[in-house]
């Protein structure tokens, strides 16, 4: 990224709510990262031109997001950067900058940057000092996870409706302000409030829920807006949801380039690769460690264990989001999960490998329910039945072999 593009105002579209971290720590460190409004209705469509249909679903999303933003009347292209994260490999998601290119540049966006941050390189390279930047995204985005697990783990048990939420927001937004006070001893006190608030909060297990593993494209996935509230129709359908993390892929663009560096022979770089891996890790159980006694899976399953899942399955070295759902999906049946979601968008490379081995995972794993939705535009993918129908398997699955 040109270092002179630091002073701009860099646009990031919204995925899910550790958007808002980033967006912090960025400020904390002298640069400016504003997280666009959420999709809406005008945004979660194909009508763009310039597109054919055939694209993935983020894809179109982000980019009609970033050109809602451009009609703003105090939008400056020539101030503006558009930050859209990359990964290499054999998946569409490292075309998405060369079709937002020649896009923006249709409709006279030609000034407007596109910055690109890859998972080859570990995300590097932002900001005046980007370790620190690194850092602080790092101990936000691991309390953000922590956060929407408590929420998923206690929501579905409140005894008092819209309790969970309540404390889900204002501990949004401690976190987020500890962030951009510098996190550290603030967001230590930011996560034990919101541990003394579940530790608080009243709840009703008396039914236990059977526990539906969500997997899939972590766009889609984490996004409730492109999704529509996929986790809370889980919920009202009668289940309770163990959704894969956003911090799953950080961990995995590090454990991908270290894999890297060894078979290219690049000791050093392996090195230090292993080094903040273990960094993050620690860091991970120091952010953790206060709510950990309320959850039932605090810290993230190592990369490498998600990989010896894969073994019977998918050669771990095609990559792509197909190794991680299908790692996921073998960690999840082997802790308790009653039921496998796959979330996808419409001709997901990944998430049809994903839908394939699925029905093998299937058949080692007890017959576990298993149901693939896929997500093509606006209100065209009407689950509720499917979804219910889905429940109902994943009950009787939870009293035939998880209580059993
Ligand atoms: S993971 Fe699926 S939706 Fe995402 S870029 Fe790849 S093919 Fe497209």
Redesign the pocket.
């Known amino acids: 990224m040109n270092k002179n593009s630091n002073n701009k105002i860099h646009y990031i579209p919204y995925m899910c709510d550790h958007s808002y971290v980033l967006e912090a720590a960025s400020a904390h460190c002298g640069m400016i990262i504003k997280t666009l409004p959420p999709p809406d209705e005008e945004t979660i469509d194909f009508d763009l031109p310039g597109v054919t249909g055939r694209e993935?679903?983020?894809?179109f999303v982000t980019t009609n997001d970033i050109l809602r933003q451009a009609k703003q009347p105090d939008f400056e292209p020539a101030n503006s950067v558009f930050l859209m994260p990359r990964a290499n490999g054999p998946?569409?998601?490292g075309q998405?900058v060369s079709l937002q290119r020649d896009i923006l540049d249709d409709h006279g966006l030609q000034d407007m940057e596109i910055a690109v941050s890859c998972a080859g390189n570990s995300y590097q390279g932002f900001g005046d000092d980007p370790t620190k930047l690194r850092k602080l995204i790092w101990d936000g985005g691991l309390a953000v996870d922590m956060l929407q697990k408590l929420l998923h783990e206690y929501r579905p048990y409140e005894i008092h409706k819209g309790q969970a939420d309540k404390i889900y927001h204002v501990g949004l937004d401690k976190i987020v302000q500890s962030t951009r006070e510098g996190g550290g001893k603030q967001l230590y006190h930011a996560v034990k409030w919101i541990v003394k608030e579940f530790e608080n909060l009243l709840v009703d297990r008396s039914e236990p829920r059977p526990i539906i593993g969500v997997i899939g494209?972590i766009?889609?996935r984490l996004n409730h807006h492109a999704n529509q509230s996929i986790v809370r129709q889980v919920e009202d359908a009668g289940g309770e949801v163990r959704l894969a993390s956003l911090m799953e892929w950080f961990y995995y663009t590090t454990w991908d380039y270290k894999e890297l560096t060894k078979v290219r022979g690049e000791y050093f770089e392996f090195f230090v690769t292993k080094l903040t891996d273990m960094y993050q890790h620690y860091r991970e159980h120091v952010v953790v460690k206060p709510a950990a006694h309320l959850l039932k899976q605090p810290y993230e399953t190592p990369i490498a264990d998600l990989v010896k899942n894969v073994r019977s399955y998918y050669d771990s070295a095609l990559g792509?989001?197909a190794l991680l759902s299908i790692g996921k999906s073998v960690d999840l049946a082997t802790h308790g999960a009653s039921g496998i979601l796959n979330v996808?968008?419409f001709?997901?490379?990944?998430?049809i490998i994903a839908a394939g081995v699925g029905q093998r995972l299937r058949r080692d794993y007890k017959d576990i329910p298993w149901l693939d939705v896929i997500f093509e535009s606006k209100g065209n993918t009407n689950i509720t039945t499917r979804l219910e129908a889905f429940l109902y398997q994943a009950t009787q699955y939870h009293r035939r072999i998880v209580l059993e």
């Not at 993935?56 to 894809?59: Q, V």
């Open positions: 993935c679903l983020p894809c998946c569409r998601f998405y494209e766009y889609l792509t989001e996808m968008p001709s997901c490379m990944a998430g």
